[in-house]
């Protein structure tokens, strides 16, 4: 199938070199292939980015330190970082590793004491933020209270000088496409948190920029419709093929909307890529603890047979997946990939098995969480999802072995 064909099971009128409309009334950016139609990544349901994709956005040793205080501080420590053309990208990480400032630089109101930064080709390290094709949608909404949603959306198009014809197509197709049709006289004391942010959203969108910059844009809202704006964003970025730049605290709402997550630390970056090999191949401790809950296991390799493991108590073994590069290594295992049994018989000669004693247990309603006390290994979190939990067995006090299949072990790089 062409792209013109995929195009038009869509709906799509016309292909410009500008943004283009579909039948629907959405509008898209040229070139882009609407989300049906795209290759889905089967583990996370999102758009399989092509590796040849374009960079839009390139930090290149930037360097940032902030002169207050008596020696300042660098926030952004040689931050290289590479974002592709129409993906949605997410920069997550501690408090202070730099992210905002990342984003600010990125924007123009910061500008770095070291190093460069392109968006599409074009050195924008000295321009100023409205010399850049870039919006940003934050926090706190900043809507103008006494403009109404139509008003707050148009405001910047007037001040750009657009013709009133061309302002009001524009405005009509942003409320629509964060469906706010029905709310474009109410003034923002009107709206609901979700529904402000909708309008910030459209207010950054109607200029139509290369990149929209969203910092922590969902942090004042609650958890349930968290839940709905994360999936609204990600509907809109994928209708309109455009290239978003998202910060957030939350490693679960990055992983449940981004194409690729960069984790910084420290003002660098960690490791970036696509969720599913953050969590299945972190490169680091660091980025293994930071996302999801992790069991961390230190210890002497031997050989076991021809298959390498750690050393542990007769009737124990930890199974190494692979053949480490030290005499000692530490591997990861998520909680979710183990299993508490009353005997280890029987089990598989792949099966890693250790003998522990139940210290905790708690009930999360979806999940069963239990601390297991494994001796020379410390406390192992396991936690046990669906009727099979085993939420009333293994009160605290009870002797268990925590097993979990080789395959799901990784090493953690030294
Ligand atoms: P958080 O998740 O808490 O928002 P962050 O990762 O976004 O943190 P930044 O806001 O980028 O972190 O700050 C990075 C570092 O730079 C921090 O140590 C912070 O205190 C410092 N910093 C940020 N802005 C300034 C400023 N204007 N003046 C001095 N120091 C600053």
Request: proline share 6%; net charge positive.
């Amino acid at each position: 199938m062409t792209a013109k064909e995929k195009i038009g099971s869509f709906g799509l009128c016309c292909i410009t070199n500008k943004i283009l409309y579909a039948a629907q009334g959405r509008y898209m950016i040229a070139g882009a292939i609407p989300f049906a139609a795209q290759p889905h990544d089967q583990d996370t349901g999102r758009i399989r980015m092509a590796n040849s994709k374009p960079a839009i956005v390139e930090f290149e040793n930037v360097d940032k330190t902030f002169s207050s205080g008596r020696d300042g501080t660098r926030a952004l420590a040689g931050l290289n970082l590479s974002i592709k053309q129409g993906e949605f990208f997410s920069i997550i990480g501690p408090s202070g590793c730099g992210k905002t400032t990342a984003l600010r630089i990125l924007a123009g109101f910061e500008a770095p004491t070291g190093g460069k930064v392109s968006l599409d080709g074009q050195d924008i390290t000295t321009l100023p933020p409205y010399r850049r094709d870039i919006n940003m949608v934050f926090q706190s909404y900043a809507l103008f209270p006494h403009m109404d949603v139509q008003e707050n959306i148009e405001y910047g198009l007037r001040r750009k000088g657009l013709p009133r014809e061309e302002r009001q197509k524009r405005v009509a197709e942003a409320i629509n496409l964060v469906q706010l049709d029905s709310h474009v006289n109410r003034k923002p004391s009107q709206l609901s948190g979700g529904q402000q942010q909708r309008v910030a959203l459209a207010r950054a969108l109607v200029n139509r920029p290369k990149l929209l910059l969203l910092d922590e844009p969902l942090a004042a809202l609650d958890a349930k419709l968290r839940h709905v704006m994360q999936s609204e964003l990600k509907r809109i970025q994928a209708e309109l093929g455009l290239t978003f730049v998202f910060v957030t605290h939350d490693q679960r709402e990055a992983f449940a909307m981004s194409d690729r997550v960069a984790i910084m630390n420290g003002g660098r970056l960690e490791q970036v890529g696509p969720p599913v090999a953050l969590y299945r191949t972190p490169s680091s401790r660091f980025v293994a603890d930071f996302v999801g809950h992790s069991n961390f296991l230190t210890g002497a390799v031997t050989r076991i047979g021809s298959q390498p493991a750690l050393v542990s108590e007769p009737g124990c073994v930890v199974w190494l997946p692979a053949d480490p590069q030290s005499q000692t290594c530490t591997l990861l295992v998520r909680p979710e990939h183990l299993t508490l049994r009353t005997s280890a018989a029987g089990l598989g000669e792949s099966i890693s098995r250790l003998r522990g004693v139940v210290a905790e247990r708690t009930y999360l309603g979806a999940q069963v969480s239990f601390a297991v006390d494994c001796g020379n290994y410390g406390m192992i979190t396991v936690e046990c999802t669906g009727p099979a939990a085993p939420a009333t067995n293994f009160i605290p006090g009870t002797e268990v072995w925590v097993t979990w299949d080789r395959d799901v072990t990784t090493i953690i790089p030294d």
